[in-house]
């Protein structure tokens, strides 16, 4: 993997933890993920209209990857709402990049040198140790937040299998954003029986500009995964939760603790062997 991808990767891991930090710190967060999505749909409508059709191969992995990315979002809303986002979101990330490794070997056939499933292991085991599971006698929280991390591991892999054989990964995510944008409108429509709004105003421009932030950040994840192994990107892109750990201490008041302090260091080792063992 060049150093290149590595940056694009990393920056796509800020966007990343930044949108998830908006919808944490929202009131009403069903409403304010329907306006992200219904935003990054808004935003992917230039790549569908200037960027050749995906090739036929691809539409059964873009239409899969919609109702993933739909399960995605019904569980992060729900992990985030028993659970802390300290809790929820190492969990939901760091249980992802040895499932994508895992899959990408199954399905895919990609072989890795023992390096790379030695970064990817460095950045789980990194990720999920930071999590703050507070009462272990109620674990409805954890399973929530890996249930989540399971289905981000299934649209990785179906997105990483589609957007090669889309032939055009800018195409590829210009249609899934698009088509990912409906089900859970249509699914707020149906609880609320009104528009996704929420109640503050200045909270549906946090919810549009976190849709796009949403778009650039997975777009760019798409595109790499074109290019480099499926594991390697998607351990690099978790390594979002080292800017969500600084963001919780800096805007959301949490605590940045010595374990969590550690639990980083774990996570820069992992990024660092990805990225030189490319």
């Known amino acids: 993997m060049s150093l290149a991808i590595v940056a694009l990767v990393l920056c796509a891991a800020l966007l990343h933890a930044s ?7 929202s009131g009403d967060r069903l ?12 935003g992917a409508i230039p790549l569908v ?9 691809a539409w059964p992995y873009i239409i899969l990857s919609a109702i993933l990315h739909t399960g995605y979002n019904v569980f992060l809303i729900r992990a985030y ?4 986002f300290s809790q929820s979101y190492p969990i939901a990330r760091g249980s992802s990049p040895m499932l994508v490794s895992i899959g990408a070997a199954l399905f895919v056939g990609e072989q890795m040198s023992i390096y790379t499933w ?24 954890p399973i929530a937040a890996f249930t989540t991390g399971a289905f981000i591991a299934a649209y990785t892999v179906t997105d990483g299998i589609g957007a090669r054989a889309a032939g055009n990964a800018l195409a590829y995510s210009g249609w899934l954003f698009v088509l990912d944008s409906f089900p859970l409108a249509l699914i707020f429509m149906w609880m609320h029986r009104r528009l996704p709004m929420a109640a503050e105003r200045k909270q549906n421009w946090l919810s549009l500009a976190g849709g796009m932030m949403s778009l650039l950040a997975y777009g760019i994840v798409i595109w790499a995964v074109t290019l480099a192994p499926m594991g390697t990107v998607s351990a690099l892109r978790e390594t979002s939760v080292l800017f969500a750990a600084l963001i919780g201490t800096l805007f959301l008041g949490e605590k940045l603790t010595m374990r969590r302090i550690f639990a980083c260091i774990v996570i820069t080792l992992g990024a660092v062997v990805l990225g030189w063992h490319r």
Do not use: E, Q, Y
């Open 19 to 25: 949108w998830n930090a908006l919808l944490k710190s």
């Open 31 to 42: 409403a304010s993920l329907t306006i992200m999505t219904i935003g990054a749909g808004i």
């Open 49 to 57: 209209l200037f960027t050749p059709l995906p090739h036929a191969a």
């Open 81 to 84: 709402r028993i659970g802390d």
């Open 118 to 141: 030695l970064g990817v292991a460095l950045v789980s085991i990194g990720i999920i140790s930071l999590a703050n599971i507070k009462d272990r006698h109620n674990l409805s929280g």
